[in-house]
């Protein structure tokens, strides 16, 4: 087994209601599973053994379907929000005694077919803080956020971008503990100021994925990601 994976499925998941505001976002149906059944699969055939679900809009709900896990041959436990939702960094940090010395992140909504133990040899190697993960983007998929050259992240920005910025964050991430060290429970902080943060100070790895990721966080992307499952549904004999 390899290091435990955070996942953030705490949000309100606006972009996709009506559907959301009756279920929360990894409940969604794709070809009649909840996508967190998807999501769930793929990480255990790369190789994970431990995942820490961080909830919060309608977590109970989540933690009904999916309990223990062992449906899927993981270790499955809950971090909740609380009464206010923190955000991603807010989730991450209030799950940091479940998640150990060393941890993934990606996102509730993201479906990532790459290479983990890779990504976390590279992690590793780096004797870094923080490893983000991109893609070569050039606005394909979503509005690219990430200045990637030589091997190095030079700018990530979500809100600003430039004409430089040809790669965007792919959605995993991996994280020492100390990474958070300067956050407090409770305080609700995104993911990205602590990536940025990192950065600033250099301690923010890159490592460049060739393989496209996937997502459930637009309608648009539900579809898609519902016809890829269609698609290898229909190639099974």
Known sequence: MIAPVAI?????ATRLRPITETIPKSLVDVCGEPF???????????GIGDVVLCVGYRGEEIEQVVGSGSAFDLQVRYAFDGEQLLGTGGAVRRALNMLGDEFFVLYGDSYLPCDYQAVLGSFRASSKLALMTVYRNEGQYDTSNVQYE???????????????MHHIDYGLGVFRREAFADVSDGVRLDLAQI????LAK????GFEL???FYEIGSVAGLEEFRALVETRLGARP
Not at 202 to 205: I, N
């Open 8 to 12: 953030l499925a705490g949000g309100l």
């Open 210 to 212: 060739a393989q496209r």
């Open 150 to 164: 030589a091997g190095a992240i030079r700018r990530y920005d979500k809100s600003v971008r430039s004409p430089a």
């Open 202 to 205: 250099g301690q923010l790895a």
């Open 36 to 46: 967190v059944a998807h999501q769930l699969r793929l990480l255990r055939s790369r």
């Open 195 to 198: 990536y940025q943060s990192l």
